[in-house]
């Protein structure tokens, strides 16, 4: 059985998924129902997070009925953690070449002084970061989203989680991301990464 032969030896305390949705399904690149089977055969609790109809996409209630469709089985669709994420808090630094390291280096500054938005950061803490100013002003922003509120519902720096979802460098990126911040050792499923 496919979808045991990385899993079968680990051990998390929760799967996250993203953005396995129907909205997405052109870009899924696995078998829905082999994943489907593959959280039907998991022990730990899943947190769901997911792209809704503010940005023009399902509610939960389609995604877990699209899963269900898909051989979910119907009792834990209802049992799973799902979260409306939305996206791109960290896009403008992502896509404009600030790297990895940066990202997360800022992103640590921002909940550590309990700042939301890097156009909150004092003028005098600007140049503890190795980016450009422009990276601080309305053209180029990143921010703590209420995601990070929820995940710490769920996550600290003692849990292991297992990322599974899409896209490799898009939102999946974005959560990767804000679990470095949090400082949380994390593993990818490759077999569903999209």
């Given at each position: ?32 129902e082999e994943f489907c089977g ?117 996550i600290d720096k003692n849990s ?35």
């Open positions: 059985m496919r979808y045991l032969k990385t899993y079968e030896s680990m051990s998390y305390d929760y799967v996250l998924v993203v953005d396995i949705q129907p909205g997405h399904e052109e870009w899924i690149d696995f078998d829905i593959w959280l039907n055969a998991l022990d730990e609790s899943i947190i769901y997070l997911f792209n809704g109809p503010e940005f023009g996409y399902e509610d939960e209630n389609e995604i877990k009925m699209w899963l269900i469709d898909h051989g979910l089985d119907e009792d834990l669709a209802y049992s799973i953690s799902f979260y409306e994420k939305n996206y791109a808090f960290f896009r403008d630094y992502m896509d404009n070449g600030v790297s990895d390291e940066d990202v997360v280096k800022v992103g640590k500054y921002l909940i550590e002084n309990d700042v939301r938005d890097t156009r909150q950061i004092p003028d005098k803490d600007k140049n503890k970061f190795n980016i450009s100013r422009k990276y601080f002003t309305d053209g180029y922003s990143m921010y703590i989203p209420d995601l990070y509120d929820f995940l710490t519902n769920f292991r989680p297992l990322l599974v979802g899409g896209g490799r460098d898009e939102c999946l990126k974005e959560v990767e991301l804000m679990l470095q911040m949090m400082d949380v050792d994390y593993e990818l499923e490759d077999d569903y990464v999209y």
